[in-house]
């Protein structure tokens, strides 16, 4: 697989609240063109680091360098850089007293001061590469959830950012809204974009990594290549914490019992899945490389 | 109808004419400028601004929990004490700004205190200033909130014009108790009333309709 140069470099990165350390001396390098998945344990620090990515979070130490630039620089211009990192999050946090065209123009226009034509025509090309150009008019209360993280997604990519950070962007929605979300952002993957995804759907991570890094407890303990990892992590820790998902994965679906059926059925799904992970790996490829 | 003289009402209709005039203008005047300090104050307190928060703070309390009639007393006969002489027409509207500024200031931030947090984060996040952020993200949702507080404080303050008189102004007032020597008293009042239902009322319904509107606009939920 051919990678561009190192786009993003976080070295030693120490992050506080109060006493409480978060990140506790992070590094991680990361090339043009990766989609890296970002795991571990409820509060061992990923959001904390894809904030701290961002500025939304000052930090205590280390530094990080994107496109050769220090963004933990204190006198850097905020406005300037956020444009080229991407942010999504969990709850979309669209602008609700904005309809779903002109939160995408918003960026575009006072952020960018592009030409209200040229807004709208990056506006529309997005918003049809999500399937939602139709629901343009339509306020953020009258989307469905997975419509509303479409648009929060094309709001971000609108400004061309070089590098896309999603906050476990599939959290908040119903089951059945989760794959038209992972669909789009497993587009982008194809697309060959440098993305940062903090996830818990693992048969997603599987499909969509480059490399999957495992956190805990405010450092990286894993960094490997997704095959590896999910069949043969390296730590204690991260088998646990795998461990933890296949667990939760065989009592998912609502069966009043796991049964041993359901337990074939599911069984069955899984490899389904790995299988589809594997195509979507080999669609992936010629279009990096 | 015999108990209305109407000869008396057409005839000193135009001093409340000019009255009114007055009153509009300081009214305008006083509750344009307390809605500019009120916001301030507001994004102030919201932004936590050092310093500026807690001189908000105390302006606040202190403007609200003293009577308008008090305020206008320490700037026409308390001020010139001190060296600064301001006629009339400045105390009044310096008055109602000092007076509107804290209660603008409350209403702003109950709009702003419901908006989420993560609205300036998510704002922030595609590259718009601080300044962007508030201009086109939280104002308008703030004001959609504030909206009924607002317009409440709008009325209130119209109301409170009624004390402009203390500090010697020909307002509806003033003119009203220069009548009374002559006697008439049923007719002034009427007068009185009627005036100030002509500048109120009409500020009143622009106010609900907006609100509906406001509500109307496809959030807000
Ligand atoms: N603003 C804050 N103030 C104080 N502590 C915080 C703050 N934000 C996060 N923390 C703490 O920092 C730690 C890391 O939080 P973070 O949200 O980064 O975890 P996470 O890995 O994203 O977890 P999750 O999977 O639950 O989202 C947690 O212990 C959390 O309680
Ligand atoms: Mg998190």
Aim: proline letters at 4%; aromatic letters at 10%.
């Amino acid at each position: 697989m051919s990678l561009g140069p190192d786009i993003l470099k976080i070295k030693d990165l120490k992050k506080n609240f109060g006493s409480l350390a978060v990140l506790k001396g992070l590094t991680l390098t990361v090339r043009q063109g990766e989609v890296l998945v970002i795991i571990g344990p409820s509060g061992c620090g990923k959001s904390t680091l894809l904030r701290c990515l961002n500025g939304l979070e000052p930090v205590q130490g280390g530094q990080i360098i994107f496109g050769g630039q220090y963004l933990t620089d204190p006198h850097i211009n905020w406005s300037r850089t956020r444009q080229r990192i991407g942010m999504v999050f969990q709850n979309y946090e669209l602008f609700p007293h904005l309809t779903a065209l002109d939160n995408v123009l918003l960026g575009l226009i006072r952020v960018q001061k592009r030409s209200k034509t040229e807004a709208l025509a990056i506006a529309e090309r997005w918003l049809t590469r999500v399937g939602l150009w139709d629901r343009r008019g339509s306020f953020p209360r009258q989307l469905s959830g997975g419509q509303k993280q479409r648009v929060a997604i094309v709001r971000a990519l609108a400004l061309e950012p070089e590098i896309m950070l999603f906050d476990e962007v599939t959290a908040s929605l119903d089951p059945e809204m989760v794959r038209e979300v992972l669909d789009v952002i497993v587009n982008l993957a194809k697309d060959g974009r440098t993305m940062l995804i903090v996830t818990h759907e693992m048969a997603f991570a599987k499909a969509v990594a480059d490399r999957v890094i495992f956190m805990d407890e405010g450092l990286i303990v894993e960094d490997a290549k997704p095959e590896v990892f999910f069949e043969n992590p390296a730590t204690e820790r991260a088998r646990r914490f795998l461990n933890i998902f296949q667990f939760s994965d065989i009592h998912k679906p609502q069966e009043p019992s796991a049964s041993p059926l359901a337990k074939e059925a599911q069984d069955v799904k899984e490899s389904n899945d790995a299988k589809e992970s594997n195509d979507a790996k080999d669609s992936k490829e010629p279009e990096l490389s | 109808m015999d108990f209305i003289d109407w000869d008396f009402i057409v005839s000193r209709a135009p001093l409340f004419w000019a009255a009114a005039k007055l009153t509009v203008k300081l009214a305008v005047g006083g509750i344009l400028l307390a809605a500019a300090l009120g916001f301030l104050c507001a994004v102030a307190r919201f932004y936590r601004i050092p310093v500026f928060n807690q001189i908000a703070y105390f302006y606040i309390e202190l403007a609200r929990n003293t009577p308008l009639m008090v305020q206008l007393f320490f700037l026409y006969f308390g001020l010139p004490r001190l060296g600064l002489v301001w006629e009339g027409q400045t105390c009044a509207i310096v008055g109602l700004t000092f007076l509107g500024g804290a209660y603008m200031a409350e209403a702003f931030r109950g709009g702003l205190a419901a908006i989420n947090r993560n609205q300036v984060e998510s704002a922030l996040s595609i590259g718009l200033s601080r300044i962007q952020t508030l201009r086109y993200v939280i104002a308008p949702q703030a004001l959609a909130v504030a909206w009924p507080a607002i317009s409440a404080t709008v009325i209130f303050l119209m109301k409170e014009t009624s004390v402009f008189s203390i500090v010697a102004l020909p307002d509806l007032m003033y003119v009203a108790k220069d009548l009374l020597k002559e006697g008439h008293s049923g007719e002034t009042n009427l007068l009185l009333i009627l005036s100030y239902l002509t500048i109120i009322l009409p500020v009143s319904l622009f106010f609900g309709r907006m609100e509906r509107r406001l509500r109307f606009a496809g959030f807000g939920s």
